[in-house]
């Protein structure tokens, strides 16, 4: 169990919350695997807290069991998140909804249903085409699997969609599997986090997955990291020290390697979908790459050091277009999918 507070897990017990499984890994994956058990665990949560900003109950991963059959490690890629917000309880069969602790809107009952952006920026769906059918249409044409880090979660602020609030983590440990020989998986998608957050124990999808190599594979002296786009540079141990060499190869991209024995994966970070995230996108040092790439591919001058990026990007209506994170986020994630990520370098 990562980051285990007991203080919220005991305000479960003091209000009496019914169903509550004891504190640790073995338990709550037993208490899951019972959706009586979970139903009744949230029902009781949703009536006897009422109180605004309050813990919540221990949640099960809605789809992570529902959408097995979109895990499938045969397929090449594997989109990775970390839970879905609370609003996902408004599409289960409770009792005692609506609730305070609760976000009020009713996501798509899928990963990453709160975040219509990605689906756009992967495959070009919106509007009416956002359904689960197009979801898993795309991502099977697509040969992308789909799963989250965290199958159980506490959260600090029940409302809260934020990772940072996550508490009491048990972790998908299936996902370790995409290391096994027999796993066609060779590229990751993280939607956001990089090469050098991986270290980090801050609560993300990144850490989250490296938390799954220490936990359920007894530690990362079984693998190494490379930066170099290719997958055929050097590797280095995982390391604060393994993770500074590979950021030097890596030079401010956003491939890097994951190599185990003979088998290697590919980890792209990709843009996040999220639209607050555009601001601090255009001042990455990625989008100016990416900006260059265009500028060269259209016979134009690259955006010179210390440039105005929007002044820049203004002066050529005809290569860049308004919102321009928009179309950077659509053309990187278009790139990744058709393998010419490697064309910014």
């Known amino acids: 169990?990562?980051?285990?507070?007991?203080?919220?897990?005991?305000?479960?017990?003091?209000?009496?919350?019914?169903?509550?499984?004891?504190?640790?890994?073995?338990?709550?994956?037993?208490?899951?695997?019972?959706?009586?058990?979970?139903?009744?665990?949230?029902?009781?949560?949703?009536?006897?807290?009422?109180?605004?900003?309050?813990?919540?109950?221990?949640?099960?991963?809605?789809?992570?069991?529902?959408?097995?059959?979109?895990?499938d490690f045969q397929r090449e890629t594997l989109l990775l998140g970390t839970f879905p917000p609370s609003s996902y309880f408004n599409n289960l069969p409770l009792v005692n909804l609506p609730n305070p602790n609760l976000q009020n809107n009713n996501p798509t009952n899928y990963f990453y249903g709160n975040m219509n952006d990605l689906w756009y920026y992967l495959f070009g769906l919106n509007g009416v085409g956002l359904t689960i059918p197009n979801f898993q249409a795309s991502l099977n044409a697509n040969r992308i699997s789909i799963s989250d880090v965290f199958s159980y979660v506490q959260r600090k602020k029940m409302i809260s969609a934020f990772d940072n609030e996550y508490r009491n983590i048990v972790l998908n440990c299936k996902l370790k599997e995409v290391f096994n020989s027999e796993s066609k998986v060779n590229t990751i998608?993280?939607?956001?986090?990089?090469?050098?957050?991986?270290?980090?124990?801050?609560?993300?999808?990144?850490?989250?997955?490296?938390?799954?190599?220490?936990?359920?594979?007894?530690?990362?002296?079984?693998?190494?990291?490379?930066?170099?786009?290719?997958?055929?540079?050097?590797?280095?141990?995982?390391?604060?020290?393994?993770?500074?060499?590979?950021?030097?190869?890596q030079n401010n991209g956003i491939?890097?390697?994951?190599?185990?024995?003979?088998?290697?994966?590919?980890?792209?970070?990709?843009?996040?979908?999220?639209?607050?995230?555009?601001?601090?996108?255009?001042?990455?040092?990625?989008?100016?790459?990416?900006?260059?790439?265009?500028?060269?591919?259209?016979?134009?001058?690259?955006?010179?050091?210390g440039a105005n990026i929007n002044l820049y990007l203004t002066r050529f209506p005809n290569i860049f277009n308004a919102p321009y994170t928009k179309q950077y986020r659509r053309e990187i994630y278009q790139m990744v999918l058709n393998n010419t990520i490697h064309l910014i370098n």
């Open 255 to 305: 491939v890097w390697w994951l190599k185990s024995g003979a088998k290697k994966i590919r980890i792209i970070n990709l843009p996040s979908p999220a639209p607050m995230a555009a601001q601090q996108m255009i001042n990455s040092l990625f989008f100016r790459k990416w900006i260059n790439y265009k500028a060269a591919i259209n016979f134009t001058a690259p955006i010179a050091v």
């Open 1 to 71: 169990m990562r980051k285990q507070d007991r203080n919220i897990y005991n305000f479960l017990i003091v209000n009496g919350i019914l169903n509550t499984p004891q504190l640790n890994d073995q338990s709550i994956r037993t208490w899951g695997l019972n959706l009586a058990n979970v139903y009744q665990h949230y029902d009781s949560y949703l009536l006897n807290i009422q109180a605004p900003n309050s813990p919540g109950p221990i949640e099960k991963h809605p789809y992570i069991d529902l959408y097995q059959a979109d895990c």
């Open 189 to 249: 998608l993280f939607t956001s986090g990089n090469l050098n957050s991986f270290l980090s124990n801050t609560t993300s999808t990144l850490t989250g997955f490296r938390w799954i190599l220490e936990d359920c594979f007894n530690g990362l002296t079984k693998f190494q990291i490379s930066g170099d786009i290719s997958g055929n540079g050097q590797y280095f141990p995982i390391n604060t020290l393994g993770i500074q060499s590979a950021l030097i190869q």
